[in-house]
């Protein structure tokens, strides 16, 4: 019979039935959020209620429990040269704004203030998001971002244009007073839960470790980090959204479309055979044959000259057989992720992609170099 793994040598278990039962219920085993309220409120809509409810203790006048979270928002205002909010302070969320848009929170005092507050979970700000925004509201409103997203921190803040607060940022600010009321201690072990996480799965997404790479890779922050660490310095837009099934899926495009040329982008999802990146061409307004046939020949071109490229820059990497999708996208080049490493992903990969726009660039492809 094979040895329990808690049993040692010559056959006495260890401990007592007693003193297992520590052991299975200790903080080292228990989940570390089991009881934290932010486990469950972990939604868009949640979280928005808890920075609403963290906005009106301006409010709160001299009620002694209400101080800490007022003295975070107080503190949030001064750091991002806000205005100092006069009561009576009046938050809304949920408020429509025109027949797009919806503002999560807003917040108003009694001499004209108004921010604006778009909260994100784990979707990335739109620059022309807030630009709707700023249109509807006037010139005179402050458009203001609480973001808790830390795997995109720094890759969309320069894009937005407006105040910004990553969770990084989050956390700094509520940690100083996270002993002053239940929610902000709450928040504060949840939020570095969910930072501690996505560091992780960053550091698995460039791992040559099989089934780290695997887990990462089927997580939106996993698949952000490997393209972002892909693209690194390279001109172009990285997005991310879910398909129909809410698996995720990340983007990266450097070419827009333009009247004789397709838009091309990298992307990374999860696919029938596992994790893959592929290089699309893709064309909205293939309409029939006539339109189909020049973005055909168009197509063959791009393959031809990907796969030269691919042969000079990249010869350990093993592309995979590309396969026909709908009219309007294309594969040009497609590599399953469990048979290249991140190690030779990262080595061969920007020098190929220049390489490629270069010949883009001077077949009058509209690129950056």
Not at 99 to 112: E, F, K, N, P, Y
Not at 200 to 217: F, G, I, M
Not at 335 to 348: D, G, K, M, Q, V
Request: proline residues 5%; contains cysteine; charged residues 25%.
């Amino acid at each position: 019979m094979a040895q329990a793994e808690n049993e040692p040598r010559g056959g006495r278990k260890f401990g007592s039935p007693r003193s297992n039962l520590n052991v299975l219920f200790s903080a080292d085993v228990r989940d570390p959020l089991q009881f934290n309220l932010f486990r469950f409120a972990n939604r868009e809509l949640s979280h928005s209620a808890f920075w609403a409810w963290m906005f009106q203790t301006l409010d709160a006048g001299g009620i002694p429990e209400l101080q800490g979270p007022r003295r975070v928002i107080l503190r949030l205002l001064e750091l991002h040269h806000l205005p100092p909010l006069m009561p009576p302070v009046e938050v809304r969320r949920e408020v429509k704004l025109n027949a797009a848009d919806r503002l999560d929170i807003q917040v108003s005092d009694s001499v004209g203030t108004l921010i604006v507050i778009e909260n994100k979970l784990s979707a990335i700000p739109d620059a022309a998001q807030v630009e709707r925004y700023r249109s509807s509201l006037g010139s005179a409103a402050k458009v203001y971002l609480i973001v808790l997203s830390t795997a995109f921190d720094e890759d969309v803040r320069a894009s937005l244009g407006c105040d910004y607060i990553g969770g990084n940022e989050l956390l700094d600010l509520v940690e100083h007073e996270k002993n002053s009321h239940f929610l902000l201690g709450e928040y504060c072990a949840w939020l570095r839960e969910v930072l501690s996480r996505r560091r992780e799965l960053s550091r698995k997404s460039v791992s040559d470790n099989p089934a780290d790479y695997s887990e990462a890779l089927k997580t939106a922050e996993g698949q952000w980090a490997l393209m972002a660490t892909l693209m690194r310095r390279m001109p172009g837009r990285q997005y991310r959204s879910v398909n129909f099934g809410g698996d995720p899926w990340t983007e990266f495009r450097f070419v827009e479309q333009a009247a004789q040329h397709d838009a091309i982008f990298y992307r990374v999802e999860i696919q029938r055979e596992g994790p893959q990146l592929r290089i699309n061409q893709y064309r909205d307004d293939v309409k029939g044959r006539a339109d189909y046939a020049p973005k055909a020949q168009r197509l063959n071109l791009l393959r031809k000259w990907w796969s030269d490229i691919i042969d000079r820059e990249g010869p350990l990497l093993r592309p995979a057989r590309v396969r026909e999708h709908g009219v309007m996208s294309s594969e040009i080049g497609r590599f399953l992720l469990a048979e290249n490493s991140p190690s030779e992903l990262i080595r061969s990969l920007p020098a190929i992609h220049r390489e490629f726009v270069i010949k883009l660039a001077a077949e009058g492809w509209p690129v950056t170099l």
